[in-house]
């Protein structure tokens, strides 16, 4: 296993690094190498890894003043001991707060790379997806999402159905693309589910410089009857009292359409907690 984190050297400086560990012994002790790159600006991690027991890590790059938001992946072929970068410094495009999943099917995307950013990004071109077809070595020029779905996650269906979900202008969104998987083709978006979370994302409160959370998609790949199911969970501040609630929400129609929010927390309800 491998972690990944923003290493902060100094609690008084906004300066930060990429940081991770390791672990051949299934958690019981963990080693710290240091950073990807030392006094390189890094920032929102995010690491996967495909069937084969390869790792990939895409990073979000800056510069101590937050100029420019881009990214670049790496991969690992020990585990998560060393790292090689793939995209070279910047290649994978995106932006910030980016997210990415790998394509773990056996049909033609198997081992597609796709990611989305929240808007903020190398080309500044709002809320954005890209494909890589080769592992992440190349990422394709970015694609407008629809409803602008930001600060979530993505994922594959065993149909190879590539699944984004996030929070729009007003609502939360589950969008699908059935031909992301073909290399042929440019990714179009073919179903926008708008989602009732409960409320939406927050800030402030815990966390006073950022997000008290984010939205989070996954599908069932098991192959039993809940197969190709897909949950939506996210930590959703409701209008009136100043709370957060872990709110989680599923479908199980071909994802037109999602069940009512279920507040996973069972604790009695207190406006002055955030979950």
């Not at 491998?2 to 019981?28: C, E, K, L, P």
């Not at 699944?163 to 202008?169: I, K, L, R």
């Not at 989602?195 to 996954?218: H, K, Y």
Request: charged share 15%.
């Amino acid at each position: 296993m491998a972690i990944a984190w923003r290493q902060f050297n100094n609690v008084a400086s906004n300066f930060r690094q990429a940081g991770w560990g390791y672990t051949s012994d299934a958690g019981a002790t963990w080693t710290f190498p240091g950073v990807l790159e030392n006094n390189v600006f890094r920032s929102d991690p995010v690491t996967n890894s495909d069937e084969l027991g390869n790792f990939f890590w895409l990073s979000l790059q800056s510069d101590v003043n937050l100029s420019f938001f881009c990214d670049d992946l790496w991969r690992s072929l020990n585990g998560g001991q060393t790292w090689t970068l793939l995209s070279g410094e910047r290649g994978a495009g995106g932006g910030d707060k980016q997210w990415f999943t790998i394509d773990k099917t056996n049909g033609p995307g198997h081992g597609f790379q796709y990611q989305a950013d929240d808007g903020i990004n190398c080309s500044g071109g709002g809320v954005q997806f890209q494909r890589s077809t080769d592992g992440g070595v190349t990422w394709q020029s970015p694609i407008s999402l629809p409803n602008s779905p930001t600060t979530g996650t993505l994922d594959v269906d065993t149909n190879g159905n590539l699944f984004v979900g996030g929070e729009g202008s007003n609502r939360f969104w589950c969008l699908r693309s059935s031909n992301a998987q073909i290399a042929s083709q440019t990714p179009t978006f073919d179903q926008r589910t708008p989602v009732n979370m409960g409320g939406f994302l927050g800030s402030g409160g815990i966390n006073p410089a950022g997000l008290t959370g984010q939205l989070f998609l996954a599908i069932d790949n098991s192959g039993e009857p809940t197969n190709n199911d897909l949950y939506m969970q996210a930590s959703a501040l409701p209008s009136g009292p100043g709370t957060a609630d872990v709110m989680g929400a599923r479908s199980t129609g071909g994802e037109l359409t999602f069940s009512a929010a279920v507040r996973v927390n069972d604790d009695p309800v207190n406006p002055s907690k955030r979950h």
